[in-house]
């Protein structure tokens, strides 16, 4: 079973930036693709940005293109999500979430942490 922690969630001001980290434990990290998922209060779950398990290639959603990066770094069983240009529209729950065979443009994914809130005031 793979157990996923997020951390790096706060307040920032609109234009600023966060880095979202999640620590991956109970698999093999390097075997599993990584993904954020966010959820606005009153919204579905939307996938934000997804990188396969090598880290070979990465996907976003179109509204945050150019604005987020993920990367991940398998030593240390973690994947990243650098989120800069930060808009009130952004504000939202951020999911790490995992899987062996679904990479992006889903939100169906196998493994899910906590949660960690992003807050950007206008």
């Known amino acids: 079973q793979v157990q996923l922690v997020e951390s790096g969630g706060g307040l920032v001001q609109a234009g600023g930036s966060l880095r979202l980290s999640c620590v991956a434990s109970?698999?093999?990290?390097?075997?599993?693709?990584m993904a954020w998922v966010r959820q606005a209060p009153g919204k579905e779950r939307e996938f934000v940005a997804a990188i396969t398990a090598s880290g070979g290639s990465t996907y976003y959603a179109d509204s945050v293109k150019g604005r987020f990066t993920i990367s991940r770094d398998n030593a240390r069983n973690t994947v990243y999500l650098q989120m800069s240009s930060l808009e009130a529209e952004d504000t939202a729950v951020y999911y790490c979430?995992?899987?062996?065979?679904?990479?992006?443009?889903?939100?169906?994914?196998?493994?899910w942490g906590q949660g960690t809130q992003v807050t950007v005031s206008s």
């Open positions: 109970g698999g093999i990290f390097g075997a599993y693709a």
């Open positions: 979430a995992s899987d062996r065979w679904k990479v992006a443009g889903t939100v169906d994914y196998a493994y």
